[in-house]
């Protein structure tokens, strides 16, 4: 079963900037797209970022502009550079498989809040 850990998040002033990394246990990371998805409070999961294998890249309308998915197969690991958060970027990040693995990380934590 894969394994998926999320890091980076914290408590940061609006317009401020974050990294998140998320680690993926497995041979085939390389093969696959891959997303960052959050939970705000009170609302559903939402994808807001993929990256496919080729390195092409999708977001979510709400943060383009803004937010910035990469990935170093190398390392397993996928990065979302989050710059001029907004109070409304608030929320529980995960990464999962762009069709989602049935088993979820544990998510990191991002607040936006002055």
């Known amino acids: 079963q894969v394994q998926l850990v999320e890091s980076g998040g914290g408590l940061v002033q609006p317009g401020g900037s974050l990294r998140l990394s998320c680690v993926v246990s497995g041979r085939i990371f390389r093969l696959i797209a891959m997303g960052w998805y959050r939970q705000a409070p009170g609302k559903q999961r939402e994808l807001v970022a993929t990256?496919?294998?080729?390195?092409?890249?999708t977001y979510a309308d709400s943060v383009k502009g803004r937010f910035t998915i990469s990935r170093l197969n190398a390392k397993n690991t996928m990065y979302l550079q989050m710059n001029n958060l907004k109070p409304e970027d608030t929320g529980v990040y995960y990464c999962n498989r762009n069709d989602p693995w049935s088993n979820w990380g544990q998510g990191t934590q991002v607040t936006v809040s002055s």
């Open positions: 990256i496919r294998s080729d390195g092409s890249t």
